[in-house]
């Protein structure tokens, strides 16, 4: 059974430092200023809101924003930031929650679409995607692009930060024939070590097009990254928007 609390309530306290050391604060910023230009005035509706990495500087910049999380961890985590309590925050599983109101944008950022654990869940989220949008508005997905020759024998490993204050590794286990990939992350600092374990549903990009168009929408804009750098053959994630011209599927 999928539980959307579990992430979250296994990272929560460490999140915001784990992530902080892996995305520059240049990425956060390049997101927020494509974000504020994408939703064209908002309103903003994010899945999987975390602790307001996105949503609080939006906030910032005078949008208004909403947001669908599994864990209660990680909403107090928001509360407790500065501006967090002017964010309204709706408890459970985005592929399939509803927000009262229409949005300008809905964002699912940091691979995030790749937490839902099958294909039917990921196309019933773009679907609840789509049917949270006023007409014309936009759904903007970013996730890794999926590359299994990076592993030897189904597993690989990584090492993802390596400072005097800490040192993160990723360990990973393949399953081509289910497209899954199931993660632990080692986070080893002063405090001692702690596995940050993770599983996803990976899917290429053209699959994700696929599930825009069931949803009603069609892809505006692909990326590389948050900056509009154009996507190529080498490209290693990707920013893409879909845009519904009705508001619903």
């Given at each position: 059974?999928f539980?959307?609390?579990a ?23 390049a ?24 949503a ?23 509360r407790?930031?500065?501006?967090g ?9 985005f ?7 229409e949005?300008?944008?809905?964002v699912?950022?940091?691979n995030?679409?790749?937490a ?10 773009f ?23 990076a592993?030897?024998?189904?597993t ?14 990723e ?12 993660t ?6 002063s ?22 168009r ?13 900056n509009?750098s ?11 928007v ?8």
């Open positions: 059974m539980d959307p609390s992430y979250g309530r296994a990272i929560a306290d460490v999140y915001d430092d784990v992530y902080g050391t892996t995305i520059p604060e240049t990425s956060t910023d997101a927020v200023d494509r974000l504020e230009e994408l939703a064209e005035g908002g309103p903003v509706l994010e899945f999987g809101i975390g602790t307001g990495r996105l609080l500087p939006l906030v910032a910049r005078g949008l208004v924003v909403a947001g669908v999380e599994g864990s209660a961890e990680m909403t107090r985590r928001l407790a930031k500065p501006g309590d002017r964010v309204p925050v709706t408890p459970g599983d592929a399939t929650t509803r927000v009262e109101g949005f300008g944008l809905v699912l950022a940091i995030t679409i790749f839902l654990p099958s294909q039917d869940a990921q196309v019933a989220c679907r609840n995607a789509a049917a949270h949008l006023r007409p014309g508005g936009r759904f903007v997905v970013e996730a890794w692009v999926p590359d299994p020759g592993f030897r024998d189904g690989a490993l990584r090492l993802l930060t390596l400072s005097e204050e800490r040192v993160l590794v360990a990973a286990r393949l399953s081509a024939a289910e497209q899954m990939m199931y632990t992350k080692v986070n080893l600092t405090d001692g070590l702690r596995l940050l374990p993770a599983n996803h549903r990976y899917a290429w990009p053209a699959e994700l097009d696929l599930m825009g069931l949803a009603g929408m069609e892809r505006e804009h692909r990326w590389a990254d948050w509009g154009p996507y190529t053959d080498d490209s290693r994630s990707h920013v893409s879909y845009r519904s011209p009705s508001g619903r599927p």
